[in-house]
């Protein structure tokens, strides 16, 4: 069964400080992972995306890595801001469809507190 | 920023009234899709589009219905809403063509957060 799985549910952090969000999926076969940031009662928004063949990419102050291998990734944020609170969710596509199937995971809340 | 609007954005109503939320994208996008989420849950398809005379249903069972009559314009349809139907509901699209070449990269509104009393 092709599920994303998530940790941590929720995460505080003070402004300021990182912090390190996973993923582990079991969708096969892969085609990319994304992550999206999920601002309180808007849609999502795409932050990286990484193929099979990439093992990490930087969107500002968010780097995803991915392992292909053990079917993890995880979303790095450096220096976080007030903005970053949110919620992050973390989707895998399939190539087995021509519809190009989305697995989407439960996603991690992040508060920032000042 | 994503050329994609869901109206209304906001909607408060009694059971059993028939409502419809309109979607429209600008980016000539041929897939188009509709998710439903509830509060700390996951995204669930509940429906799909190809392209214009083409929907599909989703992974998730709906009582609502869609229609695609033109490129840029999906919108959804609840005959007889009621308290169970109470949820966000997204709106996306995507290119068309190889999923390979696009990454399917959906591109989504900002929603329509549905009360039914």
Redesign the interface.
């Known amino acids: 069964k092709n599920q994303v799985e998530q940790s941590p549910q929720s995460l505080i952090i003070l402004e300021g400080k990182n912090c390190t969000l996973q993923c582990n999926y079991t969708v096969s076969p892969f085609s990319n992972l994304r992550w999206y940031k999920q601002d309180t009662g808007r849609g999502p928004v795409s932050l990286t995306i990484m193929t099979f063949s990439e093992n990490t990419k930087s969107n500002g102050r968010y780097t995803a890595t991915l392992d292909a291998d053990t079917k993890q990734s995880s979303l790095h944020i450096t220096a976080s801001q007030l903005s970053d609170s949110a919620s992050y969710i973390c989707v895998v596509s399939d190539r087995g469809s021509t519809l190009g199937r989305l697995y989407f995971g439960r996603g991690t809340q992040l508060t920032v507190w000042p | 920023e994503?050329d994609?609007y869901?109206t209304p954005r906001y909607l408060v109503i009694g059971t059993g009234k028939k409502i419809t939320l309109e979607c429209s994208q600008t980016m000539g996008h041929d897939?188009m899709y509709w998710y439903q989420q509830d509060p700390?849950?996951?995204?669930h398809?509940i429906h799909?589009s190809?392209g214009v005379n083409s929907t599909e249903k989703g992974d998730l069972s709906s009582e609502s219905t869609v229609s695609r009559i033109r490129t840029e314009h999906f919108p959804l349809t609840l005959e007889s809403a009621r308290p169970s139907h109470t949820s966000?509901y997204?709106c996306?699209s995507?290119e068309g063509g190889q999923?390979?070449r696009?990454?399917?990269?959906?591109?989504?509104?900002?929603?329509t957060?549905l009360t039914v009393l």
């Open positions: 994503a994609i869901q897939k700390g849950m996951e995204l398809l799909y190809y966000q997204l996306a995507s999923p390979a696009s990454y399917n990269e959906q591109f989504f509104g900002p929603g957060r």
